[in-house]
């Protein structure tokens, strides 16, 4: 089965850059979408198909897919960013399948 | 303005049933493939079964396989999720959630619906 790795948790402070991480063997070949979660809230998605930010998204959002790491970037951090985030994808092989990492803590300090 | 809407959670014995529903509206339900999603407490986010916009097609995780039926009408805008032989572990919140393009770029979730499997 396809496994995605995310670390657990990333601290930055106010103001300054986020990289959050995915790993998965030749996730550069596929189709990442990003996801943020806050308690209470409907999960939304902040970037999708590796780059695209969905409308109402803040430019500070973007993302990067190559060999095997995807990497979501939160530029200008700001405390309202904090939410746990995850990576997906779609893996089409045996089981058809969507796949999610297993979540990132971002705490801004 | 997209809304999706999850209801039917709730307190269910190890072994029972619970079916759970999902109300479309603010666009064209027909037309976008549709999954449910869960989170257990504490835990990440599992995917557990899509289907298609004419049903056509229907997948399931592993993990669910053979206990859940997902289905949809789209005459009345809405999906749902029969769950069958539940298990302690089942302990989730339960999203219904919109397929924006068809290969699972997940754009759109409702609240969520809790489901607490437990005797």
């Known amino acids: 089965s396809y496994v995605l790795t995310q670390p657990p948790s990333v601290s930055v402070a106010p103001g300054m850059t986020a990289r959050l991480s995915c790993g998965g063997m030749n996730i550069g070949t596929k189709s990442v979408n990003w996801y943020q979660l806050k308690p209470g809230q409907a999960p939304l998605v902040v970037i999708s198909k590796n780059v695209d930010r969905p409308s109402g998204i803040p430019e500070r959002f973007s993302g990067s897919n190559s060999g095997n790491t995807a990497t979501l970037i939160i530029s200008r951090v700001e405390a309202g960013d904090e939410a746990d985030y995850y990576c997906q994808v779609w893996h089409s092989s045996g089981d058809h399948r969507v796949v999610f990492g297993g979540g990132t803590k971002l705490t801004v300090l | 303005e997209v809304q999706l809407v999850e209801s039917g959670g709730g307190l269910v014995k190890p072994g029972g049933s619970l079916r759970l529903s999902c109300a479309a509206s603010g666009f064209t339900f027909r037309s976008y493939s549709m999954n449910w999603v869960r989170q257990p407490p504490g835990k990440g986010l599992e995917w557990l079964s899509s289907?298609?916009?004419?049903?056509?097609?229907?997948y399931y995780a592993v993990s669910v396989k053979g206990r859940f039926t997902i289905s949809r009408d789209n005459a009345k805008n809405s999906l749902y999720l029969q769950m069958n032989s539940l298990r302690a572990e089942d302990t989730a919140i339960y999203y219904c959630v919109r397929d924006r393009s068809g290969d699972y770029e997940l754009d759109s979730w409702g609240q969520g619906t809790l489901v607490t499997v437990s005797s």
């Open positions: 289907i298609s916009s004419s049903t056509t097609f229907i």
